[in-house]
């Protein structure tokens, strides 16, 4: 991905408020299909719509990205997560499917 660049073809000197899609995972430090699914389970914001553009909003992302939880740091708390994932997974796959 390229960097952002002013009309002269510089650096820009700030961040914009509003980013695209891939910029927004590149802020958060993600890829755009994780990206994707934070946003489908709420760990990150909803975009804007601008016109035709889908933008995210960085201060929101910020915000986000500040509440999402902290690695576990010891080998308990890591086991207790590893649990917790799998029981989420668990439910997930046993969920009655939806005729649609």
Do not use: C, H
Not at 47 to 59: E, Q
Request: hydrophobic share 35%; no cysteine; glycine share 8%.
């Amino acid at each position: 991905m390229g960097r952002l660049k002013d009309e002269t073809g510089g650096p820009l000197p700030f961040i914009p408020r509003g980013l695209s899609r891939s910029l927004a995972a590149l802020y958060v430090g993600v890829g755009t299909t994780l990206f994707d699914e934070m946003v489908e389970d709420g760990r990150m914001p909803k975009p804007k719509r601008v016109n035709n553009r889908t933008i995210w909003d960085r201060v929101e992302l910020d915000i986000a990205f500040t509440e999402l939880p902290s690695a576990p740091t010891t080998v308990k708390e890591f086991m207790a997560l590893r649990k917790q994932m799998a029981a989420a997974q668990f439910g997930r796959q046993n969920r009655p499917k939806e005729d649609g």
